[in-house]
């Protein structure tokens, strides 16, 4: 059985910084890519991040460049996204995602459909 497990989120003052862990099982993780989503309330779930975690490439959506940092950890089959300089628009539930087609990723890894398996999110609150 796939599963991915977000943890790590919370409440955290404007300029804090959280680390989110997504523990993923149930598939090869050298075979898929792995990525962060977020989705604020009425809005839609757009990317975060990704990590093709066999080749170490990385891809961030332009409003979080420069903030934060996505990483995995091949041997635990973990992927970890480091958030620092967070601010109230960041506030979010965070989902992680895990996708089998590597084709073009680079351009196609924030469109959410093509992602095959989600974990269930953590919320992330950032106050003013």
């Known amino acids: 059985e796939v599963q991915l497990v977000e943890s790590g989120g919370g409440l955290v003052q404007a300029g804090g910084s959280l680390r989110l862990s997504c523990a993923t099982s149930?598939?090869?993780?050298?075979?898929?890519?792995i990525g962060w989503f977020r989705q604020a309330p009425g809005k839609e779930r757009e990317g975060v991040s990704c990590i093709d975690s066999s080749d170490g490439n990385t891809y961030y959506a332009q409003s979080v460049k420069g903030r934060f940092t996505i990483s995995s950890d091949n041997a635990k089959n973990m992927v970890y996204l480091q958030m620092n300089s967070l601010k109230p628009e960041d506030t979010a539930v965070y989902y992680c995602?895990?996708?089998?087609?590597?084709?073009?990723?680079?351009?196609?890894?924030?469109?959410?459909?093509?992602?095959?398996?989600w974990g269930q999110g953590t919320q992330v609150t950032v106050s003013s």
């Open positions: 995602a895990a996708v089998r087609s590597k084709l073009r990723l680079p351009r196609l890894w924030m469109f959410r459909q093509r992602y095959d398996y």
């Open positions: 149930g598939f090869t993780f050298d075979d898929y890519a």
